[in-house]
């Protein structure tokens, strides 16, 4: 994705973590994030630099820009939710990856789901 590209898919990334950043504050759930111009920045920075998601047990293509969230949309990822959208704890990665983290939510959730594939695997596999 040429850079200007990634620039524009890093100002729409940040709207739209700002209005997710907004619905939570009025929800009485405040989520700590940089100003928009800093934000927009943070995410062009964290914009890996193959086009690819983050995730390296992924590696989907990103694609932005259709303005409906599509498996291989760009997501802004938190990796300590607490800490909110601040430089160094966002990374870029698809949106299918970041919803399957979103509805593990927790570690526990997390090691379950982990769990469950994995048998599913030993299924498939015949052991």
């Known amino acids: 994705m040429p850079i200007i590209s990634i620039r524009a898919a890093a100002n729409t990334a940040a709207d739209n ?9 009025k929800a009485g759930k405040p989520i700590p994030c940089l100003p928009r111009a ?18 390296p047990r ?8 259709r303005g409906v969230a ?3 949309s ?4 938190k990796v300590v939710p607490a800490r909110g959208y601040v430089a ?30 994995q048998w599913q695997l030993s299924l498939l596999r015949g052991e």
């Open 17 to 25: 973590v700002l209005s997710r950043v907004r619905k939570a504050h």
């Open 38 to 55: 800093e934000l927009a920045c943070a995410i062009a920075s964290a914009w890996p630099a193959n086009g690819c998601c983050a995730n």
């Open 58 to 65: 992924c590696g989907r293509e990103l694609d932005a820009g």
């Open 70 to 72: 599509e498996a291989h």
């Open 74 to 77: 760009p997501s802004v990822h």
């Open 88 to 117: 160094g704890n966002i990374r870029v990665i698809c949106n299918a990856c970041n919803t399957r983290i979103a509805e593990a939510g927790t570690i526990e959730a997390t090691e379950a789901a982990i769990a469950a594939l």
